[in-house]
């Protein structure tokens, strides 16, 4: 979650002043939570906060508003904050303008171990992807403990099934490296991740 602060400088008399927080036009993605509080120079000061997005009011009452982007697509969008202590002296409203984007999140599974034992389970190591990927550009490589490469793929189902050297040797028990290279067509960038898998006969 991310967190921002708008500033509600609140003094000892009439009027109460409001100050604009420095952070304007904040991108997020629409999967981001953010909660914008408030922060009075006063603690004495008590009234009633009224919160608004995109001038439609909130049932929000309090001096904090925790926002999923997700329910308001994408584009620019406003949340506004009024404070009204109640005796006549409001503070002028406060503003923060908020740009929210579809992400290119990636979702993908990377399984710890394997066991090629010839049973009819977990005999081949690969990653499961869900989203944000691309099936045609993509790498598996599988090093041993001593950097040598033993395994490379390029196809997402074909996995790694405890042998080297054109299938002709097994590979023993013990811990393997592995480097998984895709690009992710919604940005269309490259990215690369690094882990270990346990090799389990």
Not at 2 to 15: D, E, Q, S
Not at 146 to 153: A, H, V
Request: aromatic letters at 16%; proline letters at 5%; one cysteine or more.
């Amino acid at each position: 979650m991310k967190k921002l602060l708008i500033f509600l400088l609140m003094a000892l008399y009439c009027p109460l002043i409001a100050q604009q927080q420095e952070y304007q036009n904040l991108t997020l993605c629409d999967e981001d939570s953010l909660d914008v509080f408030t922060y009075s120079t006063n603690a004495g000061v008590q009234g009633t906060y009224f919160w608004s997005i995109d001038g439609n009011p909130s049932v929000i009452d309090g001096p904090s508003y925790d926002i999923v982007w997700g329910l308001y697509g994408e584009g620019w969008h406003t949340v506004t904050v009024n404070f009204d202590d109640g005796i006549g002296c409001p503070a002028e409203p406060v503003s923060l303008s908020v740009y929210v984007e579809i992400c290119a999140t990636t979702t993908m599974w990377v399984p710890n171990c394997f066991t090629p034992d010839g049973d009819e389970y977990n005999n081949v190591f690969f990653p499961v992807f869900y989203s944000g990927y691309d099936p045609y550009n993509y790498e598996l490589l599988i090093f041993d403990r001593w950097g040598e490469l033993i395994f490379e793929s390029h196809k997402v189902l074909e996995g790694w099934d405890g042998t080297y050297g054109n299938k002709a040797s097994k590979a023993q028990d013990g811990t393997y490296i592995w480097k998984i290279t895709f690009k992710n067509p919604l940005n269309d960038k490259r990215r690369q991740v690094v882990g270990h898998v346990n090799l389990i006969r």
